[in-house]
């Protein structure tokens, strides 16, 4: 079955930095593209960013353009999501998603909450 | 920038039929998706392409889509069926969500 899980979550403060993993198991993980989405405390889903399955494509939100980078390393079926200067704003649960065959966000693992706070 | 509109809230008694919207100016040529939110988990899909049901969705959720406004049906709304409920699309290589709706069950 598909597995997702996520780690590298914490509290840093403003201005610094994290790197979020995404560990993928199940299915064949060099063939679908990911998502990073993020959801703040009490708010709605916000995507964040996009990797094709070769790592040939990748797209941002506005918000976290320029601070963020996705990546992936298909040997170790892993999703990564590099966070660089971090904002209060950024504060959320980070969920990394698995796209379907109809471009959906069809598995999702369960979060790893990012606190930004001095 | 390309934004979904849904409304904060529905409420239904069970048994009864909630319906959903979701609008957005790409709908027309973009594909739909919506996802339940339980409190404390992740996101599941239960509509993908406006109107398919994954495998283990139950059949009571189904979509629909009519111009720039899709729409998500629960038959015979059950007290588990209480969760937040979020529209997703997609327009030039932005993923969009709407702000979610959060369906009662009185």
């Known amino acids: 079955q598909v597995q997702l899980v996520e780690s590298g979550g914490g509290v840093v403060q403003p201005g610094g930095s994290l790197r979020l993993s995404c560990a993928a198991s199940g299915f064949t993980f060099s063939s679908y593209g990911m998502h990073w989405v993020r959801q703040a405390p009490g708010k709605g889903l916000e995507w964040v960013a996009f990797i094709r399955y070769d790592g040939s494509n990748k797209y941002y939100a506005d918000s976290v353009k320029g601070r963020f980078t996705i990546s992936r390393d298909n040997s170790k079926n892993t999703l990564y999501l590099q966070m660089n200067s971090l904002r209060a704003e950024d504060t959320a649960v980070y969920y990394c998603?698995?796209?379907?065959?109809?471009?959906?966000?069809?598995?999702w693992g369960q979060g790893t909450l990012v606190t930004v706070s001095s | 920038s390309y934004e979904l509109t849904q409304p904060p809230s529905v409420s239904v008694s069970p048994g009864q039929t909630a319906r959903i919207t979701c609008s957005g100016d790409a709908l027309p040529k973009q594909y739909a998706y919506w996802y339940q939110q339980k409190p404390g988990q992740a996101p599941v899909l239960v509509i993908y392409k406006d109107s398919e049901r994954p495998s283990g969705i139950p059949e009571r959720f189904s979509g629909s889509s009519s111009g720039t406004t899709v729409t998500l049906t629960i038959s015979g709304v059950q007290a588990e069926d209480e969760a937040d409920y979020y529209c997703?699309?997609?327009?030039?290589?932005?993923?969009?969500f709407g702000g979610g709706t959060k369906l009662t069950v009185l």
């Open positions: 998603a698995k796209v379907g065959q109809w471009l959906e966000f069809d598995y």
């Open positions: 997703q699309s997609a327009d030039s290589s932005v993923w969009v």
